[in-house]
């Protein structure tokens, strides 16, 4: 995909010295740096991708819930993926790996066709102005890109507290001829700090589930 437009801007927030000691130390233990070789599990348990993970609190939930499944967290944002780390190696978790780097390209070159189990994508940047919103995260190639890397009855999960980009989720993803809706997720989602602030500012949070049209996922 030739795609110039990105997703993100990278803030120049305040690493803290423990996010930046995690970024050098624990990096090369919980890490994958980004390449075009393809990445599994290596264990051969179901893979699930989370495409920008933010602090990681949800991800790090999510992995300690599921011990049968291995977890790639990827987020741009250095002070994110030191946070992950961080618990990562408090929790001393086997299951979670992060991967620093635009998840798009990720996806096109470090994961196999059809290989995943879910996709989960919570809260991505809404890029609310409307001359912005080709910046959004879902588009129709995402969509095809996404589905293309599910396995047959893999999910893809998303939230957002973002109506109007709910709506666009939906019919992006409604259009893949790939994709159908589904019913439940690979895993629940458990309730992040982020959300609980969406919720008080009175943000209706929508959840769009779609699964790789195909047999039904093999875990939940
Ligand atoms: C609004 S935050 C939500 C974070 C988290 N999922 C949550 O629910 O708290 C969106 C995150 O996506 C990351 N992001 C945006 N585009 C990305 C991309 N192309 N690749 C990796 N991360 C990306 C941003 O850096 C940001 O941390």
Known sequence: MNRPIRSYVLRQG???PAQKRALEELFPKYGIAF??????SPRGAPLVLEIGSGMGETTLEIAKAHPEADFIAIEVHGPGVGSLLNAIERE???NLRVIRHDALDVLEHMITDASL????????????????HKRRMVQPAFAALAARKLKDGGILHAATDWPDYAEHMDAVFSKEPLLEQAADGFTSRPVTKFESRGQRLGHPIRELLF??????????
């Not at 390449?35 to 599994?40: A, G, L, N």
């Not at 189990?117 to 912005?132: G, S, T, Y």
Request: glycine share 2%; no cysteine.
């Open 14 to 16: 305040r690493t803290t």
């Open 35 to 40: 390449s075009h070789q393809s990445v599994s």
């Open 211 to 220: 699964r790789r049209a195909g047999k039904a996922p093999a875990a939940r």
């Open 92 to 94: 001393q978790l086997a």
């Open 117 to 132: 189990a879910a996709i989960h994508l919570f809260f991505p940047d809404p890029w609310p102005k409307k001359r912005h």
